[in-house]
């Protein structure tokens, strides 16, 4: 049975109760983060919060939890969870309130946390690749908040997943921004490719993890600009998230990408990946 937090104390997640006025639920007036758990190691904890404490920030939210509290209940909750490889999921919103648009005077964070088994990405996926179709990014502008406001990326995940993709990739004003639910990379010219960080696309703990590593493994990459044009042409397509880590796609709107199948760079790129995550299982790296 999994254990999860809520509002200060560790429960059974079936007896866990949100009231029905919490924002969380009225407006998804609320903050989360998706951190991935190797051998009970939390992966990137310190990037994983401090994008938390940064959102949680941009939107006006006080958790009134530092982060030394945070990281000690979210260790905590995946010892109760068993220590393995878990997805943890935490969620803060504004609180429980009379609906009303502006914020409430008086209203106490709710905090809850969970722990699942981690389902990353399945073995024909990593040897066949992925597919993908592009659509236009209908989400709102501030994309790098990482909120649960997410009909527009649920909408565009599942249209793509009703045209038998995994991933629909967002196209705003004739730029590549993300994945639904993933940052992306492009292969040109032997060259990794990732757009910028901005207000358009979220700043991904595993997009930065891929950039440090190209870093120390002197990989070429650029931060740059995506016209869709370049994504047709790219030799190769990943998708990056805390979850499936690096997904190769090797169809894009139906089309072969590269030779259809994984290419030499991720091969490498994911070596590298898994190499860094061994060391994180290991306690040898945080
Ligand atoms: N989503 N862009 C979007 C829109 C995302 O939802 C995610 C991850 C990413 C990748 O970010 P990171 O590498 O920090 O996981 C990019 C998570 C996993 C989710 O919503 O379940």
Request: contains cysteine.
């Amino acid at each position: 049975m999994s254990i999860c937090w809520l509002n200060g104390e560790f429960l059974p997640l079936e007896d866990a109760k949100i009231h029905v006025l919490d924002r969380g639920f009225i407006f998804g007036d609320s903050i989360y983060e998706v951190i991935p758990v190797y051998g009970g190691k939390l992966f990137r904890l310190e990037e994983h919060l401090q994008r938390l404490i940064n959102n949680l920030a941009a939107v006006k939210i006080d958790p009134k939890l530092n982060v030394q509290e945070l990281r000690g209940l979210l260790e905590a909750l995946v010892e109760h969870n068993g220590s393995g490889d878990l997805s943890v999921y935490v969620q803060v919103s504004r609180g429980v309130a009379a609906r009303d648009h502006a914020f409430p005077e008086l209203c106490l964070a709710t905090i809850f946390a969970m722990a699942n088994p981690l389902v990353g990405c399945s073995e024909k996926t990593l040897s066949e690749g992925a597919s993908a179709i592009t659509l236009d990014d209908i989400r709102w502008r501030y994309c790098h908040i990482k909120t649960t406001s997410l009909l527009a990326n649920i909408l565009l995940r599942q249209q793509a997943l009703e045209e038998d993709a995994t991933e629909a990739i967002l196209i705003r004003d004739g730029l590549v921004t993300e994945g639904a639910a993933s940052n992306l990379f492009l292969v040109v010219d032997t060259v990794l490719l990732t757009p910028p960080k901005s207000t358009f696309l979220l700043p991904g703990i595993t997009r930065d993890l891929i950039l440090e590593l190209a870093t120390k493994q002197n990989i070429a990459y650029k931060e740059c600009d995506i016209e869709q044009s370049t994504l047709n042409s790219a030799s190769e397509i990943w998708l990056s998230s805390s979850t499936k880590e690096i997904v190769p796609v090797t169809r894009l709107n139906g089309k072969q990408v590269g030779n259809g199948k994984p290419g030499n760079l991720w091969v490498q790129m994911n070596t590298h990946f898994q190499n860094y995550k061994d060391k994180v299982r290991q306690g040898l790296i945080n």
